[in-house]
């Protein structure tokens, strides 16, 4: 059980309703906070909860507690009462706030990542000449249109024995807001960097610690993860390393990022989908599925006429094929563009279109029983078009094609040229 679900789990608390106090508490399922309320209810109260308790506030201690996103996932009757049990989107601990759109609003807000050591390559420690060492930081503030972020890296350390002692990474960050803005507001931009995080990385991104303003706690259930890590005793050691570190993108960190920010309304479903993948533990089948499906929707949204071209010289080259735009033409025309990351010629781009749009639309239609992907194909393709869509995407970023280049090969699981051309037979 991670730290803060700990913390909470079966906190007594009270829930204010419609003039009344009912006594509540904190249960933690599957790793996921719920709310019980243990004073049983009638039927009428309890169709009167159901309809309303979408937000409350209550106290936790002697703190005022508000909740946000609520909705029942269980009840249990005796005779004409009920115990109810609500799953929470989110709650913020030591504030109250009587509407979650117009009031209580904030300037600067703090949060954590969990397992994001390798977000910057610096070194933990640096030994001195005189046989000593020092714990180099990076401090470094980033300006945007609506907020400023600062990024705080450095460590800390303890003794374990005599011999021993350890040192761990810590990363932070800041945004402070140009005037005063909506929760909302802030869950939206965390969530924004969060998935950019995601782009870098290729891994999920679970968040640590949300602070407003001064003490007051953000708990996030559907934001919140703590990632695998390997820890030995100098560091936190992630089972991937960052495509991009901080200090790959340098002093473009601004940038890279504004960029990502312009496009991100256009991006939204794609990258949600994306981060639902390394979210959740998906099928081959549907890791598959789903990556065709971004790459298909970049197409659409980002690559029109770069596709027409695609399809017009087919076209040329066989009348009698389809007029209309296919999936495999959207496939070649974005692995067209990120091609140097393997070196492919054309003919054989063609081919890994059209093998992997005939796998997809075998899932879909269920027509060709030899279009069918074996398991070896779909865990390759799939790696496969992850990498496109990473080394797509970094190019709208205008990240240059060496440095994607670099930070694919470097990737553990970076298909290779000689597989993906067998496979594609």
Same mark, same amino acid.
């Given at each position: 059980? =991670?730290?803060?679900?700990?913390?909470?789990?079966?906190?007594?608390? %009270?829930?204010?309703?419609?003039?009344?106090?009912?006594?509540?508490?904190?249960?933690?399922?599957?790793?996921?906070?719920?709310?019980?309320?243990?004073?049983?209810?009638?039927?009428?109260?309890?169709?009167?909860?159901?309809?309303?308790?979408?937000?409350?506030?209550?106290?936790?201690?002697?703190?005022?507690? &508000?909740?946000?996103?609520?909705?029942?996932?269980?009840?249990?009757?005796?005779?004409?009462?009920?115990?109810?049990?609500?799953?929470?989107?989110?709650?913020?601990?030591?504030?109250?706030?009587?509407?979650?759109?117009?009031?209580?609003?904030?300037?600067?807000?703090?949060?954590?990542?969990?397992?994001?050591?390798?977000?910057?390559?610096?070194?933990?420690?640096?030994?001195?000449?005189?046989?000593?060492?020092?714990?180099?930081?990076? +401090?470094?503030?980033?300006?945007?249109?609506?907020?400023?972020?600062?990024?705080?890296?450095?460590?800390?350390?303890?003794?374990?024995?005599?011999?021993?002692?350890?040192?761990?990474?810590?990363?932070?960050?800041?945004?402070?807001?140009?005037?005063?803005?909506?929760?909302?507001?802030?869950?939206?931009?965390?969530?924004?960097?969060? =998935?950019?995080?995601?782009?870098?990385?290729?891994?999920?991104?679970?968040?640590?610690?949300?602070?407003?303003?001064?003490?007051?706690?953000?708990?996030?259930?559907?934001?919140?993860?703590?990632?695998?890590?390997?820890? =030995?005793?100098?560091?936190?050691?992630?089972?991937?390393?960052?495509?991009?570190?901080?200090?790959?993108?340098?002093?473009?960190?601004?940038?890279?990022?504004?960029? +990502?920010?312009?496009?991100?309304?256009?991006?939204?479903?794609?990258?949600?989908?994306?981060?639902?993948?390394?979210?959740?533990?998906?099928?081959?089948?549907?890791?598959?599925? =789903?990556?065709?499906?971004?790459?298909?929707?970049?197409?659409?949204?980002?690559?029109?006429?770069?596709?027409?071209?695609?399809?017009? %010289?087919?076209?040329?080259?066989?009348?009698?094929?389809?007029?209309?735009? &296919?999936?495999?033409?959207?496939?070649?025309?974005?692995?067209?563009?990120?091609?140097?990351?393997?070196?492919?010629?054309? &003919?054989?781009?063609?081919?890994?279109?059209?093998?992997?749009?005939?796998?997809?639309?075998?899932?879909?239609?269920?027509?060709?029983?030899?279009?069918?992907?074996?398991?070896?194909?779909?865990?390759?393709?799939?790696?496969?078009?992850?990498?496109?869509?990473?080394?797509?995407?970094?190019?709208?970023?205008?990240?240059?094609?060496?440095?994607?280049?670099?930070?694919?090969?470097?990737?553990? +699981?970076?298909?290779?040229?000689?597989?993906?051309?067998?496979?594609?037979?």
């Amino acid at each position: 059980m =991670n730290e803060l679900l700990e913390l909470y789990n079966h906190k007594p608390i %009270k829930i204010y309703l419609f003039k009344s106090e009912y006594n509540a508490q904190l249960i933690n399922v599957d790793n996921k906070l719920f709310i019980q309320l243990t004073d049983y209810v009638n039927h009428g109260i309890k169709r009167k909860i159901d309809k309303n308790f979408k937000f409350a506030y209550g106290k936790i201690e002697d703190r005022d507690i &508000t909740f946000f996103g609520l909705y029942r996932t269980k009840i249990i009757s005796k005779g004409e009462q009920y115990v109810l049990t609500y799953l929470l989107d989110s709650f913020v601990d030591g504030m109250r706030i009587a509407n979650k759109d117009t009031t209580k609003k904030v300037k600067t807000i703090d949060f954590e990542f969990y397992s994001i050591p390798e977000f910057s390559n610096m070194n933990i420690t640096k030994y001195e000449k005189n046989f000593t060492f020092s714990f180099p930081s990076y +401090y470094k503030t980033y300006d945007f249109d609506d907020y400023s972020l600062l990024i705080n890296i450095g460590a800390t350390c303890g003794e374990e024995d005599r011999c021993r002692f350890y040192a761990h990474r810590e990363i932070l960050f800041k945004f402070s807001y140009k005037t005063k803005v909506t929760i909302d507001k802030v869950i939206l931009d965390i969530a924004v960097f969060r =998935n950019f995080l995601s782009l870098t990385s290729k891994r999920k991104i679970g968040i640590e610690r949300i602070e407003l303003n001064q003490g007051v706690i953000l708990f996030m259930n559907f934001l919140y993860y703590q990632d695998k890590s390997y820890r =030995n005793e100098s560091q936190n050691i992630h089972h991937r390393l960052f495509l991009l570190t901080l200090e790959d993108l340098s002093d473009n960190f601004e940038l890279v990022y504004k960029k +990502y920010l312009s496009l991100y309304d256009d991006m939204f479903s794609i990258t949600e989908i994306y981060y639902d993948l390394k979210n959740d533990e998906p099928s081959k089948k549907n890791v598959f599925l =789903n990556y065709t499906q971004i790459l298909e929707e970049i197409s659409k949204k980002f690559d029109s006429e770069n596709v027409k071209a695609i399809r017009d %010289k087919h076209l040329k080259n066989n009348p009698k094929r389809p007029e209309n735009v &296919t999936l495999s033409d959207r496939l070649e025309s974005i692995i067209n563009q990120v091609k140097n990351i393997w070196g492919f010629r054309e &003919t054989t781009i063609e081919k890994i279109s059209s093998r992997i749009a005939r796998g997809r639309n075998y899932y879909i239609h269920h027509k060709d029983k030899k279009d069918e992907l074996n398991y070896h194909q779909l865990t390759l393709y799939s790696f496969f078009l992850e990498d496109v869509f990473i080394g797509y995407i970094y190019l709208q970023l205008d990240i240059p094609k060496k440095k994607i280049k670099e930070a694919l090969d470097f990737n553990i +699981y970076f298909p290779q040229k000689k597989e993906i051309i067998k496979i594609s037979k």
